[in-house]
């Protein structure tokens, strides 16, 4: 077998794979039917999503809640009885918000004959990351630009010792919402950098979903190539809005802002392991996750708590229906995605220096919604390959398997041979939650979460069976 | 012409068909580009249910708010700039919930040696059409049954005088929720029949809903076959679950319901209709529409308000990227869907009576969600033509054209020629809000709703331009 070509081998493992699905078709059929009724009818990853939202509630690196969710979502696992459980010690990076952010600014209002200044509140919330300002705040004039690129054709006069804030509204056009966030996170990770190039006292952004509501959305930003750190912070959509009327009639306007955040030296934490040997080939892994860690507002529902309880529920799927699967399947709840990606990139290299073989590995990090789609980093034969799972799959609400990207934590895994898997829900209504206090368990509808689970233990399942 | 056999006249369609689609592929995909461009970014769909749910409310057939969304939607299709708008007055019965309900439970409690009676106010909405209790209300002992079949198995001493509290729980197994719901509408619709048979004094039901909250969900009922009206009201289901324990711990409970609900005689309403001439065959109707109407609490956001406004979106994007359409379009806000179906009945009876020729009828009524599919009932030959549509929406959330219901309020034109076209949308929420005082515009989805209007509207022209 070794000396055959990569085609020859591609051919005998297509016509495998025929007879297989012949033959197996039907069962497998009754088997995903079996696997959809449990997690819709005894399904465990609402209550387990209840428990981390409401128990734990959000769970930034570092903080006290982040090492709940650990001993939590540990206890989750240890009751499925696996065949192991265990942590992994983790550096990771902390950084408080401290109390809460204060804005506003400072609007003429005319009664009359009579101009009165009047103060309106601005919600803002520090981006992750950020320094604080002054104890005594900044108040400084508002630059409004469109872009990043619209603030770098600024020059030094325009942008030295303002607020910059940047008002890019997300595409509409796009039907999924995420290549829009990609069009415009610039602005959040890196606008910072900019405006301290050209000496501004600090930054403002138009938060990064496409509603209008008044929750600010935090994220991740860098320092990184900035001449000096100035402070930074994203608002509403619809203080964006208001401000960019207000900046319209009054150009001088002023803005308060003070932002009360610290980065503390690095402290321990943990991913969450646990894993199912094969009973063929238990040293082929096949790993399904999501992130443990959220942003430090809401309930960390949607991102990623959904991921987080949909990948322990395919382990507990695999366990209650007595499925043995051939390889070893892990789940691993990965610590520090927000801001830094620690826990990815020590798990990867762990893996990489024990010379632990990992099949494929798939993430859940775009919400809990309808299921629709898998994306598939790999070489078209291999993505045909998969392709076939569809029809099996349809009656669940899938609709195709495509090339894309598989997921953020699973990422420094990518060694050109493993198969890197994205669960890739309905896309409409995840960044109306996103990075802010409105990702809540109220928002994941519970047979939306049900269906994804079904679907990613389904997928395990042909793969497990099927692909290696 | 008029001497080909259906089968050749079929033929003959296929082969022009083939020919304009690979002609007229690349011009399609950019118009319909364009029409989801111009309904993501300038869309009106959701200012003008954002009218609809805040400025009129829910609105019941007779109701002197469906006379407002009568007024409100008259004016949005007036300023379209149709080629006429007007109203078909029809009659529609009157049915009032009155003074809210009430309802409570008598439960033991135990103190140390002390027993005492508590109060437990139990969340009752009057189903559609009940009758009053007496102004005094109606307190009795409850049988709790699963399901119709099984108190149609009681015996009379079993249910005379009790109030038949029917328990069954949507079954959580079908992906389509439509499905669930058809297996227990039963409960609602004609359970109270039954009840009455066995000399009931009452009837409660468990809300058709899968997930546990406190909103109770009402809807159509029939006395039709029952030998004495008695009252019949929709519980919560976290109450039918609170009840259902209780009734375990001490069987002979007695419930009290008060119920101020009458039926006036018939007063008059409007369907509201709007269409713009087609430039070939003008005589030639495609009708797209909703229902005005909704049950008395919420807003009526789903059900049906994304529907009309979806429907009058349709015609606005022809209007705004000048597709002048071959047939005529005509949209039609239908009047009582939900507790009578005369808008339906006697839009069908003046288009038979008048001989006007509808080719296609597309109904908006199962929420604005991410679009899935359309229905369509028709035979499999018309079936495929549409089905060649598919590719050009998929890009936009379509995954298929399949056989199934139409709709309620097209149903009534349903003659054997007419194709009848159902919009389906993702379905997994859709049963949280229906019928309830949950079903309000904020759990609808601005983008979800938008798409919905999109892809109708896309359907509409490919039906306009290669179907008839």
């Excluded at 009751?79 to 600014?105: C, H, T």
């Excluded at 950020?130 to 942008?159: C, F, M």
């Excluded at 291999?382 to 609709?399: D, M, N, R, S």
Aim: glycine share 8%.
């Amino acid at each position: 077998m070794n000396k055959l070509s990569a085609k020859a081998k591609s051919l005998l493992f297509m016509l495998l794979f025929t007879a297989l699905t012949v033959k197996a078709q039907h069962n497998d059929t009754l088997l995903i039917r079996q696997i959809f009724d449990s997690a819709l009818v005894n399904g465990q990853s609402w209550p387990m999503l209840e428990q981390l939202c409401k128990k734990v509630g959000h769970r930034l690196s570092g903080s006290p809640q982040s090492l709940e969710a650990v001993r939590l979502t540990r206890n989750q696992l240890l009751r499925l009885g696996l065949d192991s459980v265990w942590l992994q010690e983790i550096k990771v990076p902390v950084w408080q918000r401290g109390a809460r952010e204060q804005g506003w600014i400072n609007v003429d209002k005319r009664k009359g004959d009579i101009q009165q200044q009047n103060r309106s509140d601005i919600r803002l919330l520090a981006l992750g990351g950020s320094i604080a300002t002054d104890p005594s705040g900044l108040e400084a004039r508002v630059l409004e630009v469109k872009s990043v690129d619209d603030l770098k054709s600024r020059t030094r006069e325009e942008v030295e010792g303002r607020i910059v804030f940047i008002n890019q509204r997300m595409d509409a056009r796009p039907v999924n919402t995420f290549e829009s966030y990609i069009g415009c996170v610039g602005i959040r990770y890196s606008g910072v950098v900019e405006a301290s190039k050209l000496g501004a006292a600090g930054l403002i952004i138009r938060s990064l979903t496409h509603i209008i509501d008044t929750f600010p959305h935090t994220g991740a930003m860098t320092y990184e190539g900035a001449p000096r750190q100035i402070p930074a912070a994203a608002i509403s959509t619809y203080d964006a809005e208001f401000l960019s009327k207000q900046l319209r009639d009054q150009t001088n306007l002023t803005l308060f802002m003070k932002l009360n955040c610290r980065s503390l030296p690095d402290t321990v934490s943990y991913n969450v392991i646990g894993e199912i040997r094969g009973s063929e080939k238990p040293d082929e892994f096949l790993l399904v996750g999501g992130h443990l860690d959220s942003w430090d507002v809401g309930e960390g529902a949607h991102d990623d708590g959904v991921g987080v309880v949909q990948s322990i529920e395919v382990l507990r799927l695999f366990k209650a229906l007595g499925i043995r699967p051939r390889h070893s399947l892990r789940v691993v709840l990965f610590m520090n995605e927000e801001n830094g990606l620690r826990g990815g990139l020590a798990y990867a290299d762990w893996a990489r220096n024990n010379g632990i073989v990992h099949k494929a590995a798939l993430e859940s990090d775009r919400g809990g919604f309808a299921p629709r789609e898998f994306h598939l980093e790999t070489e078209p034969p291999v993505l045909e390959k998969l392709q076939a799972f569809v029809p099996l799959l349809e009656p669940y609400g899938l609709t195709a398997i495509r090339n894309g990207f598989g997921g953020v934590d699973i990422g420094p895994l990518r060694d050109g041979q493993i198969l890197l898997l994205g669960y890739v829900p309905e896309s409409q209504r995840y960044f109306d939650y996103h990075h802010a206090a409105s990702d809540v368990l109220e928002e994941v509808n519970r047979r939306e979460l049900e269906l994804g689970a079904g679907v990613m233990t389904s997928l395990v399942y042909l793969l497990d069976r099927y692909t290696f």
